[in-house]
Structure formats: structure tokens, C-alpha cells
């Protein structure tokens, strides 16, 4: 008789339904691409330029410039989204803050975001 233990995981309803862990980060964007790496799956995330200029917002370090996310500044942006890493480039030295909403689902779960909308 096979015993199946109920796990937290990227195909889980239940992960995404609870509410999730806090994780916040206030930073300065640095010079170049900045990639920030989360401990656990994103659930959400609210990004928040404290800039005067543009910031731009991705999911995959060679995306190309479509599919990167311009927050203006001042503004800020939500993404529903699981992953484990976003991708900041924009002014050296211009402020930012970053409010993620964590699941339970362990970064190395979470397959590399490629192809269509994200790479392509």
C-alpha cells in the first residue's frame, strides 16, 4: 500500500490559497542588471519605484525589451505570479521596495521561466 505525504508544491491549490509569508526588501538599484532571489515560491509581488526615473521589471535575465515591465517612477506594479527570482535594471543608485508574498513551495521546486512572453 503506497502512503502519499501531502507536501506543499507548484501544483498545489492549497499553496496558493493560504495566505502568504511576508518578504520586503528596500534596496537601491545597482549598476546594471540586479537579480533578486526569493527563499521560497512567490505567490505575489508589489514592486514599488521610489525613483525619478523608469525601472524596468522581468523574469528572465535575457528577455528582451518586450517583455519587460516599465514602472514608472513613484509608481508602483502587482504580479500574481510563482517564481523565484525578478530581474531590476534601471538608474544606479535610484530606490526601490519589493513586498513578495511567499509560499511554502521550497526556490528549487520552480522550474527556470523560459519561452514564449518571458525569453521569446
Do not use: W
Request: aromatic residues 12%; glycine residues 12%.
Amino acid at each position: 500500500m503506497s502512503v502519499h505525504k501531502y507536501t506543499a508544491g507548484l501544483h498545489n491549490v492549497g499553496s496558493y490559497q493560504v495566505s502568504g509569508r511576508p518578504f520586503t526588501k528596500a534596496a537601491d538599484q545597482g549598476a546594471g542588471v540586479t537579480t533578486i532571489t526569493f527563499p521560497k515560491v512567490t505567490k505575489q509581488i508589489v514592486f514599488l519605484n521610489r525613483g525619478a526615473n523608469d525601472m524596468l521589471v522581468y523574469f528572465h535575465v535575457d528577455s528582451p525589451a518586450g517583455n519587460k515591465f516599465t514602472i514608472a517612477a513613484g509608481d508602483q506594479y502587482t504580479f500574481d505570479v510563482k517564481c523565484k527570482q525578478i530581474y531590476t535594471s534601471g538608474t544606479n543608485g535610484q530606490g526601490y521596495t519589493l513586498y513578495a508574498s511567499l509560499t511554502h513551495i521550497p526556490e528549487g521546486r520552480m522550474y527556470n521561466l523560459t519561452g514564449s512572453g518571458v525569453t521569446e
